[in-house]
T-cell receptor
Framework: AQSVSQHNHHVILSEAASLELGCNYSYGGTVNLFWYVQYPGQHLQLLLKYFSGDPLVKGIKGFEAEFIKSKFSFNLRKPSVQWSDTAEYFCAVNRPGSARQLTFGSGTQLTVLP | NAGVTQTPKFQVLKTGQSMTLQCAQDMNHNSMYWYRQDPGMGLRLIYYSASEGTTDKGEVPNGYNVSRLNKREFSLRLESAAPSQTSVYFC?????????????FGQGTRLTVV
């Protein structure tokens, strides 16, 4: 069974700092990879996704993620965070064509200090 | 376009009471899912329905039942609520046949069992 690890449970940054959130998955086959964001009191929204092609994926709000197959990683990055980026971030994975849908990591709470 | 709609948004139950969480999507998606979100554990799949007329257990199905009433609606029932079922519940839908099946989430139901 696939699993997803997010090693950073809570990250605190000041505005304009750079962000990198780690995500590792355990599945040897082809996978689709996702980052979702949950702003306080809201539902999950898709930030970006990867399934093939360029391993550097750009998403909304200036976020990007890099798929490194040899490391089973899909880390999320942003060069300069804003206070409005305060949220919980979830990495998720599924197998192409699988109806069992997404396996989520435990999430990383990002707090950006003004 | 409403997307995925869940009702109710908040609910308090006494131990042993029953209730049904409702979910409807208007995106003509084949697959629907129920997740629960608990602090530090990410989202865990309770049940899913790959298509109308089918349902399957996810990672944490005990204490729950589901009904895929039609293509639009997928309900989650707690027959005898327990404090361990205090959680935030999210319904989601997707079309697994797409190249990258993005999941769309409802706003969530915050359930407290006392």
């Amino acid at each position: 069974a696939q699993s997803v690890s997010q090693h950073n449970h809570h990250v605190i940054l000041s505005e304009a700092a750079s962000l990198e959130l780690g995500c590792n998955y355990s599945y040897g086959g082809t996978v689709n990879l996702f980052w979702y964001v949950q702003y306080p009191g809201q539902h999950l929204q898709l930030l970006l996704k990867y399934f093939s092609g360029d391993p550097l994926v750009k998403g909304i709000k200036g976020f990007e993620a890099e798929f490194i197959k040899s490391k089973f990683s899909f880390n999320l990055r942003k060069p300069s965070v804003q206070w409005s980026d305060t949220a919980e971030y979830f990495c998720a994975v599924n197998r192409p064509g699988s109806a069992r849908q997404l396996t989520f990591g435990s999430g990383t709470q990002l707090t950006v200090l003004p | 376009n409403a997307g995925v709609t869940q009702t109710p948004k908040f609910q308090v139950l006494k131990t042993g009471q029953s209730m049904t969480l409702q979910c409807a999507q208007d995106m003509n998606h084949n697959s629907m899912y129920w997740y629960r979100q608990d602090p530090g554990m990410g989202l865990r799949l309770i049940y899913y329905s790959a298509s109308e007329g089918t349902t399957d257990k996810g990672e944490v199905p005990n204490g729950y039942n589901v009904s895929r009433l039609n293509k639009r609606e997928f309900s989650l029932r707690l027959e005898s609520a327990a404090p361990s079922q205090t959680s935030v519940y999210f319904c989601a839908s997707s079309n697994p046949g797409q190249a990258v099946p993005e999941a769309f989430f409802g706003q969530g139901t915050r359930l407290t069992v006392v």
